[in-house]
């Protein structure tokens, strides 16, 4: 098996366009994960009252659940598209790995859902009145943490392509393997917004989102290859 | 040369027939050494161990929560060793029992969680408490129901097995984490966390019956494993001609 | 049978579904200018033996051997609905590097002018000729067809015969599936039957142990 750097730059930039492409003529269902993010965001002061106290001990923790559960909307057309025009089993076809067209297709997905999340984050934590000193904790927290949420969700995406009930089935196999990057990021927020450091806090948040980097590919080809069978 | 047999008996037990009588002759034997230890473990948890001077009766219930939780853990192990030979070799034998320790699992993960509840509601006062051995114990729970319902969610039972077993490994890299990452979360949000068992609170008189109880759950796993496997194995292969020929030699063959 | 001339081969080929071989072992060799025909009922494992020869599935027991990478034209026509039929190729056409233009490999499929329709406005037949269009903006000397003359009509047909009849003359080789049509060609075909394995073959041991 070929490792991931063997891709070849040209077609992987190529790929790379053609995705970005095609999710900017979705923008529709692209920009669902941002709509989703402020629903949560308007929701919970109207549901747990509009005190600044409350809203900001837990804000730390919405806006990290609301950016795990909106990531969980892109994701199941994520592969299924390519499953449905044929284009998943070309991936596959002669000696190609598919790396380049699996790697180009999770750093497209993850620039176009997480990116919009992460611009429009701070808006979303002001309203929460998050203090404003950790507001760069957040997007930081973000910016390293959504890597390793989008390989998780790909990974689930790619386990259930072709099951009976497909949609069902993804946040139950998300939920768990989510569960340290959301302790480890609303963590350094949390000490963030208590004027404490949290770097130790991040520290462990990359090295999860490495591990992720490292292992997930393998794991979502794999899995890719067997529901093609 | 030990290599050499051991890679043959390896071979032969992935042979369905084969393995179907292995597991038969072998299973009525794991229950007995079930049985006996369980008979003594608990009469010696019941009437042997003095009550603690603390907890009185309630610390009793130890001795199936303890042995439960180690054994939800070491189900997990057991299924990740067998999900990659099954992914590596193929091998459907392992494919089957690798599915078939997921339920297992569960079982003792839910028992771990409902004795540690039914144990905590006295220690604690609220029958359920965001303790960092309870709550790792509720998502490894939530992790073989994905695994369970992974596995059902295919028509081909074979893809389905070495899909699922794609998810068991991807878990098992990540149980670690997530166990190790909720114990620093409630140490920092809870300041000091009241045990259910302290290090140093385990006499040497509780001993006896804790290893006890845990061999009978050894025991216990290796019967229910053997089972599970054979019932699924003979459920997938009803209509070939090894399971014909063992349903005739027991006079249960379908008209 | 001389290995060094050989596009494609194949050597005991199977591939199990449910635990059980969908066809029969499969061995062919496929030479330049040669085409196979791949004859079988319906269900009988063509598309799967297809998807082998491609490298899409791996197999559970054989080998496949090919020199360069095939293109392969499956059932589904790997066209993106979102994008023109132009930058359907336009892409196709980086990846592979071939000397036809876009503007051609339309002609020749019967899509003349319809470069700047969006894919997904195709109807059934022009969508499975943008698939075959693909085949000639890359460039590979093994062509795998699942069913070329599916949704065509006559004129359809009569082209698919005709970029197969030139990609032969250029030494190229073509596997094809089929059960109704059969192409017409001056060049030597060979046929070969998907023979699907019954229910209730004898398994004792079982061979993937």
């Not at chain 1, 939920?175 to 963030?192: D, E, N, S, Y």
């Not at chain 2, 050494?33 to 009185?56: E, H, N, R, W």
Request: proline fraction near 6%; hydrophobic fraction near 50%; glycine fraction near 8%.
């Amino acid at each position: 098996m070929p490792e991931p750097s063997s891709a070849k730059p040209r077609p992987f930039l190529a790929l790379l366009q053609r995705d970005l492409l095609l999710s900017i003529r979705r923008s529709g269902e692209t920009l669902l994960p941002l709509f989703f993010l402020f629903a949560v965001v308007i929701l919970i002061p109207l549901g747990v009252g509009p005190g600044p106290n409350v809203l900001s001990l837990i804000a730390p923790g919405m806006v990290w659940v609301a950016a795990l559960l909106s990531s969980l909307l892109a994701l199941d057309q994520l592969f299924r598209s390519d499953l449905q025009d044929g284009t998943l089993e070309q991936w596959f076809v002669g000696h190609s790995s598919g790396w380049a067209q699996l790697l180009a297709r999770l750093l497209s997905h993850w620039l176009v859902s997480a990116i919009p999340v992460i611009t429009f984050s701070p808006f979303a934590a002001i309203m929460l009145h998050l203090p404003v000193d950790a507001l760069p904790i957040l997007v930081l927290t973000l910016i390293i943490g959504t890597p390793a949420l989008s390989l998780i969700g790909s990974l689930a995406a790619a386990l259930t392509l072709t099951t009976r009930g497909a949609g069902g089935l993804l946040p139950i196999l998300v939920f768990p393997m989510v569960v340290p990057l959301l302790i480890f990021a609303t963590g350094a927020v949390a000490l963030a917004a208590e004027g404490h450091a949290s770097s130790a806090h991040l520290g462990l948040l990359l090295a999860f989102t490495i591990l992720n980097l490292t292992l997930m590919p393998l794991a979502i080809r794999a899995a890719l290859k067997l529901n093609l069978e | 040369m030990i290599w050499k047999t051991l890679k043959l008996w390896f071979h032969k037990l992935g042979s369905p027939p084969l393995f179907s009588q292995f597991a038969r002759r072998v299973s009525p034997w794991l229950w007995a050494g079930f049985t006996i230890c369980l008979v003594v473990g608990v009469y010696k948890a019941l009437y042997v161990v003095p009550p603690d001077y603390q907890q009185s009766d309630t610390s009793r219930i130890m001795y199936i929560h303890v042995p439960s939780a180690w054994q939800a853990m070491l189900t997990y192990v057991v299924m990740a060793v067998l999900a990659a030979i099954a992914l590596i070799w193929r091998i459907r034998i392992t494919e089957i029992m690798a599915m078939a320790c997921a339920p297992i699992g569960a079982a003792f993960t839910l028992i771990c969680l409902a004795t540690g509840s039914i144990w905590g509601r006295p220690m604690w006062g609220t029958w359920w408490e965001w303790d960092a051995r309870l709550t790792s114990m509720l998502i490894l729970l939530f992790i073989y129901i994905g695994i369970m319902a992974l596995y059902a969610a295919f028509e081909d039972r074979r893809k389905a097995a070495r899909i699922a077993s794609v998810l068991v490994l991807a878990g098992a890299v990540n149980i670690p984490i997530i166990h190790y990452s909720v114990e620093w979360w409630t140490t920092l949000h809870q300041g000091q966390t009241i045990r259910l068992i302290g290090e140093s609170s385990l006499h040497s008189s509780m001993l006896p019956p804790l290893i006890w109880m845990t061999i009978a759950i050894k025991f216990l796993f290796g019967a229910a494993l053997l089972d599970r496997a054979r019932n699924e194995l003979l459920e997938q292969d009803q209509s070939k001609q090894w399971v014909q020929r063992e349903l005739q030699a027991r006079g249960m063959a379908r008209a | 049978m001389v290995i060094v001339n050989t596009l494609l081969s194949a050597r005991q080929l199977t591939f199990q579904r449910h635990g059980l071989n969908v066809f029969q072992p499969v061995d062919l060799a496929l030479n330049p200018g040669h085409a196979i025909v791949v004859q079988g009922s319906n269900g009988a494992g063509k598309t799967t033996l297809l998807r082998l020869l491609a490298g899409v599935l791996e197999p559970s027991d054989g080998e496949v051997l090919f020199e360069q990478d095939p293109l392969f034209h499956g059932h589904l026509p790997a066209v993106k609905g979102d994008l023109s039929c132009r930058e359907n190729l336009a892409f196709e056409r980086k990846l592979g590097a071939s000397s036809v233009s876009i503007a051609s490999a339309l002609l020749q499929v019967g899509l003349a002018g319809l470069g700047a329709r969006p894919a997904r406005s195709l109807s059934a037949g022009q969508t499975r000729r943008l698939g075959l269009a693909r085949l000639l903006v890359r460039t590979s000397p093994i062509w795998l067809l699942d069913e070329p003359y599916a949704s065509l009509d006559a004129d359809g047909c009569h082209q698919v015969d005709q970029l197969i009849h030139q990609h032969l003359e250029t030494g190229g080789g073509v596997i094809l599936s089929t059960h109704q049509q059969m192409p017409d060609l001056q060049h030597p075909i060979q046929y070969l039957a998907v023979a699907p394995v019954g229910n209730g073959c004898p398994q004792g041991a079982s061979s993937d142990a």
